[in-house]
C-alpha cells in the first residue's frame, strides 16, 4: 500500500467565489489559477461538521466537460488530506448530476459503506472547453444541493482562507472499476472507481415498467431519437434505451460524452438543440424524411431534459403538467405498489403533491386542483423542491427551464423525464401497437389542453447583458410597481387589447420546512384575465447578466387552444418589453433565445 505525508498549504482568498443557483461557475481560466479551485474545495470542507468530512465517504465526478480530470485529482489529494476515508468515482469521472443525487441515496460500497456527499464536477447547461466554463458545487446526504445556509457560509469561508490541505498521493486511475487503497496519518483512504450507470439504471427499473415501454420502442410503429449533446447523459442512453429497453443504436445522437460538448452549447431547448429540432421536423413543412415519432435531449448533466413529438415541441411546463395528470395510471412507482389493479384504485393512491418553481407556467396548480391535489409555488433552484420532499411534501415536480422530476432523487433527472413520457405513451399505446391508430405526442398535448385550457408560455433570455444595466431595469420595474394606474396607462398605450394588471408584486418565499424567506426571487405583473408576467435575473450565468422574461397567457376555451404560440402571445409580448424598456436598458433590439 501506498503512504502518503499531508500537508498545509498557504494561500490567499479570491474574489467572487459566492456559489450562484447551483455551485460556483467560472471560466476554466479563473479555475485553473492556482490555489482556485483548492481554495473552494477546503471552505466547502471546512463548512461541514468535521464527521462529513473525517472518516466520512464522499462521491467526486461530473458531466466529463474540460478540466474535469485535472479536478479530480486535486479533490482526491484533498480530500486525503482532509482525513477522509473514502472517495468514490465514476468511471472516468463520469456520474450525470441525478445519477450522484441516486448513488448518494442508494448506493453500497465494496465495502459496505456510504455516502455522506459529493462534490459534482459540472456548470450544467454552459458550453465546455479551454476558453469555456467549469462548476462544481456540493450536494448533502440527502442527494440534494448544499442548502443556502451551507453556501452562505462556504462563502464566507473562501473570503478568510488562509491554508488547504492536500496528500502527496500519486494520481489515481480513474479510468479502470476498482478500489486503490492509501495509507495516510489517520490510517487507510480508499478511492472506489464504479460503474458511471448501475447504480442509476437500478434505479430506473424499480421506477418504470420496462417492459410495457420495450413494447413500445420495439413496435415498428414507434420511432424514438434521443440526442445527449455530447453530454454526460450519453453514457446513460446507450444502456438505458439501446441496451435495457431495445431501442434502434441508430436512435442515438451525440451520445458520446465529450470535453467541449463538441464546441456546442449543451442545453435542449429549441436553440441549442439545432440536430434534434431539425430531426424532428421542427421549422420545416416538407421534410423529405419522416421525423420520428419521440424525440428528447437533455444538457451536459443530465438532469435537463426537452421534449418533441413529431413536428412538435412539448413547453417544459406543459411537460410536468402531463407527466402528474398521468404518472398515477402510466407509472408504478406513482400507483403505490398497485401496479396492474383496476384504475379506478390506482387513483386513490394518486400522488399527493405538485410543487413548480414560481416562473413556471400556472398549468400544474390547474391540474392540481382538478386532481383535489395540494401545490406549492417555491423560487427557481431544485433545492427549494428538496426541502418539501424530505418533509414528504412533494412527490412530482418541474420548471419552465426544463427540468423535471420526483421524489425518488433530490436533482432534476432528465433522463427520468423521458422515461416518463414513454411510459405514459406506452400505456395510451396499449391496445394500439399490434392496430389501429398510434396516439401521439401531440394528441396527449392537445388532450390535455381540451381537459384543463392551455397556458401559452414563452421565455426571452437577454444573455450577457452589462450587469449594471441589467440590475437597473429590474430597480426600475419594482419603482414601476407601486402606481397600478401609471403601469396600466402604459400598457393601454401599447396594445389596447391586453387586459388590466391587477396586482404586481416581487415574489418572496418562506420555505415551510425551514422557515428561511428568499426575497427577490422575480418580479411579477399578474392581470385580470389570468395571464402573467415575470422578470427575473438568472443565477446562473458566469459572464455579465441575463435577464429572463416570463410571458404566459391562459385559455380555457377548447377552440382557441389550438394558435401557434408566439401569435397568441404577440400582444403580451410588445406590452412586456415596451413595459420594462427592454431596448432602452440592454442595448438589445431582440433575445439571445427564445424558448
Ligand atoms: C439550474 C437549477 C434550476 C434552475 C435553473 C435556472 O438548472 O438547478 O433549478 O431553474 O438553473 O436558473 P437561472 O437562475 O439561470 O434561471
Ligand atoms: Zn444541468
New binding site residues.
Given amino acids: 500500500m501506498v503512504l502518503f505525508n499531508v500537508s498545509g498549504v498557504e494561500t490567499t482568498p479570491f474574489d467572487g467565489q459566492k456559489p450562484?443557483?447551483?455551485g460556483l461557475r467560472k471560466k476554466v481560466k479563473v479555475f485553473k489559477q492556482p490555489n482556485y479551485l483548492e481554495n473552494f474545495v477546503q471552505s466547502t470542507f471546512n463548512a461541514l461538521t468535521p464527521q462529513k468530512v473525517r472518516g466520512a465517504t464522499l462521491v467526486v465526478s461530473g458531466d466529463g466537460r474540460y478540466f474535469s480530470k485535472d479536478a479530480i485529482q486535486i479533490i482526491i489529494k484533498m480530500a486525503a488530506g482532509n482525513g477522509v476515508r473514502r472517495v468514490w468515482v465514476g468511471q472516468n469521472g463520469l456520474l450525470s448530476t441525478p445519477a450522484v443525487s441516486a448513488v448518494i441515496r442508494e448506493r453500497v460500497g465494496v465495502d459496505g459503506s456510504r455516502a455522506t456527499g459529493a462534490f459534482i464536477l459540472t456548470a450544467?447547461?454552459n458550453p465546455g472547453g479551454p476558453n469555456e466554463d467549469f462548476g462544481i458545487k456540493y450536494n448533502m446526504e440527502n442527494g440534494g444541493?448544499a442548502p443556502e445556509g451551507i453556501t452562505d457560509e462556504i462563502y464566507e469561508n473562501t473570503k478568510a482562507i488562509k491554508e488547504y490541505l492536500t496528500a502527496d498521493l500519486p494520481d489515481v486511475d480513474i479510468t479502470a472499476i476498482g478500489v486503490t487503497s492509501f495509507g495516510g496519518p489517520d490510517g487507510q483512504f480508499d478511492v472506489e472507481v464504479f460503474d458511471s450507470a448501475s447504480d442509476y439504471v437500478k434505479l430506473m427499473k424499480s421506477i418504470f415498467d420496462f417492459e410495457s415501454i420495450q413494447k413500445l420502442l420495439s413496435s415498428p410503429k414507434f420511432t424514438f431519437c434521443y440526442d445527449a449533446l455530447h453530454g454526460v447523459a450519453g453514457a446513460y442512453a446507450k444502456r438505458i434505451f439501446v441496451e435495457e429497453l431495445g431501442a434502434q443504436e441508430s436512435s442515438l445522437m451525440n451520445c458520446v460524452p465529450k470535453e467541449d460538448f463538441g464546441g456546442g452549447h449543451p442545453d435542449p431547448n429549441l436553440t441549442y438543440a439545432k440536430e434534434l429540432v431539425a430531426r424532428m421536423g421542427l421549422g420545416k413543412s416538407n421534410s423529405e424524411v419522416e421525423p420520428p415519432e419521440f424525440g428528447a435531449a437533455a444538457d451536459g448533466d443530465a438532469?435537463?431534459n426537452m421534449i418533441l413529438g413529431k413536428r412538435f415541441f412539448v413547453t417544459p411546463s406543459d411537460s410536468v403538467s402531463i407527466i402528474a395528470a398521468n404518472a398515477v395510471e402510466a407509472i408504478p412507482y406513482f400507483s403505490a405498489g398497485l401496479k396492474g389493479v383496476a384504475r379506478f384504485y390506482t387513483f386513490l393512491c394518486s400522488p399527493s403533491l405538485f410543487c413548480v418553481?414560481m416562473p413556471t407556467s400556472s398549468g400544474l396548480d390547474i391540474v392540481a386542483k382538478n386532481l383535489n391535489l395540494k401545490f406549492f409555488e417555491v423560487p427557481?433552484?431544485?433545492?427549494f423542491f428538496g426541502n418539501l420532499m424530505d418533509a414528504g411534501l412533494c412527490s412530482i415536480c418541474g420548471?419552465?427551464?426544463f427540468?423535471t422530476g420526483s421524489d425518488h432523487i433530490r436533482?432534476?433527472d432528465g433522463i427520468w423525464a423521458v422515461l416518463a413520457w414513454l411510459s405514459i405513451l406506452a400505456f395510451k399505446n396499449k391496445e394500439n401497437l399490434g392496430g389501429g391508430e398510434l396516439v401521439t405526442v401531440e394528441d396527449i398535448v392537445r388532450n390535455h389542453w381540451a381537459t384543463y385550457g392551455r397556458h401559452y408560455y414563452t421565455r426571452y433570455d437577454y444573455e450577457n447583458v452589462d450587469a449594471g444595466a441589467a440590475k437597473e431595469l429590474m430597480a426600475y420595474l419594482v419603482k414601476l410597481q407601486s402606481s397600478l394606474g401609471e403601469v396600466n396607462e402604459i400598457v393601454s398605450g401599447i396594445r389596447s387589447d391586453v387586459s388590466k394588471v391587477v396586482h404586481a408584486d416581487e415574489f418572496e418565499y418562506k420555505d415551510p420546512i425551514d422557515g428561511s424567506i428568499s426575497k427577490h426571487q422575480g418580479i411579477r405583473y399578474l392581470f385580470e384575465d389570468g395571464s402573467r408576467l415575470v422578470f427575473?435575473?438568472?443565477?446562473?450565468?458566469s459572464e455579465g447578466a441575463?435577464i429572463?422574461l416570463y410571458i404566459e397567457q391562459y385559455e380555457k376555451d377548447p377552440s382557441k387552444t389550438g394558435r401557434d404560440s408566439q401569435d397568441a402571445l404577440a400582444p403580451l409580448v410588445a406590452v412586456a418589453l415596451g413595459l420594462s424598456k427592454m431596448q432602452e436598458f440592454t442595448g438589445r433590439s431582440a433575445p439571445t433565445v427564445i424558448t
Fill in positions: 450562484g443557483t447551483s450544467s447547461h444541493p438532469d435537463r418553481s427557481t433552484g431544485w433545492k420548471e419552465e427551464s427540468g436533482e432534476k427575473r435575473l438568472s443565477g446562473t450565468g441575463t429572463r
